[in-house]
């Protein structure tokens, strides 16, 4: 068994106390930022590219580049958080049109109200596009899942039972079913993901289609670009939606699209005039955290904004 080290509670006065003996220049808004925020979330976020590493490996810990600044610090997870606020706002605009697309092509072939039900509705393991994994489990847990939203028996990590969203209660009340267009509404973008990679080949190929009708900005997509780019999108959106660090991460099947990939791959499920307003934004961004630090300069350089 691997020796538990324990890391005893610090006051922001010793925190305070650690980072200026580490080399960074605090000042009197620190300790408020520290409060507000946490040390963890700030300085282990956000501290690797202020560190001297040479330094570091001579100390045996933290050693910071000479003139780093707290605020700089602050400013770069203040950044990055401005970057998911904008990510994530365009991530839901394109899961939008994704629910509404997949939705109709399925129900184009499968027009019954709940034919989302029946595994005859869905690919062969041949043809399922996550290799690797187990067609059999997933489909069955695709199905599973649809019905306890569809019959209102979704429960949370408590086992309680989970509202549903009023629009599927009343169809399930007045209409005694619920349409895929409508379910779709109280599923995640990973249940998309999974949807998406269990529909029928001919149906992957309209939802391309409609993709590239509706958007206008690609010249071809398979569905086997399509899985790779929810993947891509999903891992974002989670990234964005609970606060973890998006300016460094990696993500996809492969774990190896940066930043610059995340915005291309949204870009192309956009609208010629939305894609306008998130390279606006983006530029404005960068624009308003430029010249504070070169660290700061050479991340934002880095992506590409």
Not at 43 to 51: D, R
Not at 139 to 146: A, F, H, K, V
Not at 226 to 252: F, S
Request: negative net charge.
């Amino acid at each position: 068994m691997a020796q538990i080290i324990s890391k005893p509670f610090t006051t922001v006065e010793d925190q305070i106390k650690i980072l200026e003996r580490r080399g960074v220049i605090c000042d009197h808004n620190t300790s408020r930022a520290l409060m507000r925020q946490g040390y963890y979330a700030i300085i282990n976020g956000y501290k690797s590219p202020f560190l001297d590493a040479e330094a570091t490996r001579a100390a045996g810990e933290d050693r910071y580049l000479a003139g780093t600044r707290f605020e700089d610090i602050y400013a770069l997870f203040r950044f990055d958080r401005d970057l998911r606020a904008i990510t994530f706002r365009f991530l839901m605009i394109v899961e939008s049109t994704l629910r509404s697309l997949i939705s109709y092509c399925f129900c184009t072939a499968h027009p019954a109200t709940e034919d989302y039900l029946r595994p005859e509705c869905y690919t062969r393991e041949n043809g399922y596009l996550r290799e690797g994994r187990d067609f059999e489990h997933d489909l069955n847990w695709m199905i599973d899942t649809l019905e306890k939203h569809a019959r209102g028996v979704v429960v949370d990590t408590t086992g309680m039972p989970e509202p549903s969203d009023v629009r599927v209660q009343y169809y399930r009340d007045v209409h005694g079913g619920v349409p895929l267009w409508v379910l779709f509404t109280e599923l995640t973008f990973g249940n998309l993901r999974y949807f998406y990679a269990l529909m029928r080949r001919d149906e992957q190929k309209a939802t391309c289609e409609r993709v590239r009708e509706c958007c206008g900005r690609l010249s071809s997509l398979t569905p086997r670009d399509m899985i790779d780019d929810i993947d891509i999108m999903v891992d974002a959106r989670n990234i964005c939606a609970h606060e973890e660090r998006l300016w460094c991460a990696k993500v996809g099947e492969d774990d190896s699209a940066a930043f610059p990939e995340v915005i291309a791959t949204v870009k192309n499920y956009l609208t010629t005039a939305d894609d306008a307003v998130l390279d606006e934004m983006l530029a404005g961004l960068a624009r308003s955290y430029r010249g504070r630090n070169a660290v700061i300069d050479a991340v934002i350089d880095g992506l590409g904004i």
